[in-house]
């Protein structure tokens, strides 16, 4: 199937390329620039052909197949593409200069919350935290303020792990994070994505290495997490 894209890829370049170079082509080539461009569609009706070939041979559906899917199935890797809304990549790049003694757990589902979901917890030794990346711009007519149910679980969470957790609602421009202040009463801290880092960089050591351990194997169980393809948050 990978080849047959190949080939496909291949002929469309063919194809394309016959047409920016048509008057080179008509000055130094004998055959026509459509000629070749026939060609091209001719190698790529062959790519598509080896392609359904192998998915056949494979049985892999060929609709809603995607390169990602190839991928895994060529390299025999599970099937986990990102899921929609979910910006752990980001926040995990942020805090990529913290210590390993730091750690993220996402789709966290505490008890008693139903199927609500914290989309991180971050435990170090600066203490518990959890994030609640902010996806929507504030001004916007559906903008939800996530503000109360995000501190009331994360509330909980600290309840049941014996230790105060700090919910931090996570915003991807300081812009954004100050219109949000202005128009809603923020009820947990709020922060930039810019200035997460610094952030946990400058927490005082709370927690021991015994306790951090016992936290994330709490905190690890609690994960519940969305199908491939699903919206990471709600």
Same mark, same amino acid.
């Given at each position: 199937?990978?080849?047959?894209?190949?080939?496909?890829?291949?002929?469309?370049?063919?194809?394309?390329?016959?047409?920016?170079?048509?008057?080179?082509? @008509?000055?130094?080539?004998?055959?026509?620039?459509?000629?070749?461009?026939?060609?091209?569609?001719?190698?790529?009706?062959?790519?598509?052909?080896?392609?359904?070939?192998?998915? @056949? $041979?494979?049985?892999?559906?060929?609709?809603?197949?995607?390169?990602?899917?190839? #991928?895994?199935?060529?390299?025999?890797?599970?099937?986990?593409?990102?899921?929609?809304?979910?910006?752990?990549? !980001?926040?995990? *790049?942020?805090?990529?200069?913290?210590?390993?003694?730091?750690?993220?757990?996402?789709?966290?589902?505490?008890?008693?919350? $139903?199927?609500?979901?914290?989309?991180?917890?971050?435990?170090? !030794?600066?203490? $518990?935290?959890?994030?609640?990346?902010?996806?929507?711009?504030?001004?916007?007519?559906?903008?939800?303020?996530?503000?109360?149910?995000?501190?009331? *679980?994360? @509330?909980?969470?600290?309840?049941?792990?014996?230790?105060?957790?700090?919910?931090?609602?996570?915003?991807?421009?300081?812009?954004?994070?100050?219109?949000?202040?202005?128009?809603? #009463?923020?009820?947990?801290?709020?922060?930039?994505?810019?200035?997460?880092?610094?952030?946990?960089?400058?927490?005082? @050591?709370?927690?021991?290495?015994?306790?951090?351990?016992?936290?994330?194997?709490?905190?690890?169980?609690?994960?519940?997490?969305?199908?491939?393809?699903?919206?990471?948050?709600?």
């Amino acid at each position: 199937m990978m080849g047959g894209l190949s080939v496909v890829v291949t002929g469309m370049a063919v194809f394309f390329l016959a047409y920016i170079m048509r008057n080179y082509i @008509k000055e130094n080539l004998i055959i026509p620039y459509r000629t070749l461009q026939s060609y091209g569609f001719l190698v790529v009706f062959i790519g598509v052909a080896i392609y359904m070939l192998g998915a @056949k $041979a494979l049985k892999v559906p060929i609709r809603n197949t995607t390169f990602y899917k190839l #991928e895994t199935i060529v390299k025999n890797e599970i099937f986990d593409p990102q899921r929609k809304d979910d910006y752990t990549k !980001p926040i995990a *790049a942020r805090l990529s200069d913290l210590s390993d003694t730091w750690s993220m757990t996402t789709q966290v589902n505490v008890p008693g919350t $139903a199927n609500y979901l914290i989309p991180q917890v971050i435990l170090g !030794p600066g203490g $518990a935290f959890t994030l609640w990346p902010v996806i929507e711009h504030p001004t916007r007519k559906n903008f939800k303020d996530p503000g109360l149910l995000f501190e009331k *679980a994360s @509330k909980m969470l600290g309840d049941l792990l014996g230790v105060p957790v700090t919910p931090i609602m996570v915003f991807y421009t300081p812009k954004a994070m100050q219109v949000y202040k202005k128009k809603y #009463e923020p009820v947990t801290r709020v922060q930039s994505l810019l200035n997460l880092g610094n952030f946990f960089e400058d927490r005082k @050591k709370k927690l021991t290495d015994a306790q951090i351990a016992d936290f994330e194997t709490k905190v690890y169980a609690m994960i519940k997490g969305t199908r491939p393809g699903e919206k990471f948050l709600e």
